[in-house]
């Protein structure tokens, strides 16, 4: 998918033009201001939220986005069923494993995903197609892809979202069906601190 996060509708534009369909976005709110008008346009288009999730955000959420992919607590898994049943949506989810345990980031603790992934899976109205995760900066990613497309497989999960720009390609060694390339098709974005989405 194209990372258009901080990107405005005048550099996706161009992008959806050339025949690119997936994105994804960091933030609900930066995500309501300028989708709505590009979804309406371009009926195709399909839009991945990749950023943390708030349970206040989550209606939200559900009515733009046509994947999640950081579905990291139960109580966040509820919220997401529960708006789905509501808003009869089939919203596709991923859950998100923190594979470095990295307390700064969002997404379960690998040996807490495996119940985590079941207990969703029994939720009603929560769709989870696959796993997403972000490796540490400062580590070797193979090993990251490795431990997540084992436990995918140990789950029978058929969908991958992991690889960014400066990684993608050792993801898709790894099983990758998902990667997330921003820098890499939109040039460098403008610093900006993250927060939930």
């Known amino acids: 998918m194209a990372v258009s996060k901080t990107h405005d509708a005048s550099r996706i534009t161009p992008a959806i033009n050339a025949g690119h369909l997936v994105f994804g976005e960091n933030r609900v709110q930066e995500a309501q201001r300028k989708w709505p008008a590009l979804q309406a346009a371009h009926l195709d288009c399909r ?55 990295e307390p700064q980031k969002a997404g379960i603790p690998p040996q807490e995903a495996p119940a985590f992934i079941e207990e969703c899976r029994g939720m009603e109205g929560l769709n989870v197609v696959g796993l997403m995760c972000i490796p540490p900066q400062n580590e070797e990613p193979s090993l990251h892809f490795a431990l ?50």
Not at 56 to 65: T, Y
Request: net charge neutral; glycine share 6%.
């Open 47 to 101: 839009l991945h939220l990749i950023g943390p999730l708030q349970t206040n955000k989550v209606r939200d959420a559900v009515a733009l986005f046509d994947v999640i992919e950081t579905v990291d607590r139960p109580k966040l898994a509820r919220a997401i069923a529960e708006a789905c049943r509501r808003a009869e949506r089939n919203v596709a989810c991923f859950i998100q494993v923190n594979t470095g345990e």
């Open 148 to 197: 997540l497309a084992d436990l995918a497989a140990r789950h029978d999960l058929p969908r991958l979202s992991m690889g960014m720009s400066a990684d993608f390609e050792t993801a898709i060694a790894f099983g990758a069906t998902d990667v997330r390339v921003g820098t890499a098709i939109f040039g460098p974005r403008a610093a900006r601190g993250d927060s939930p989405a």
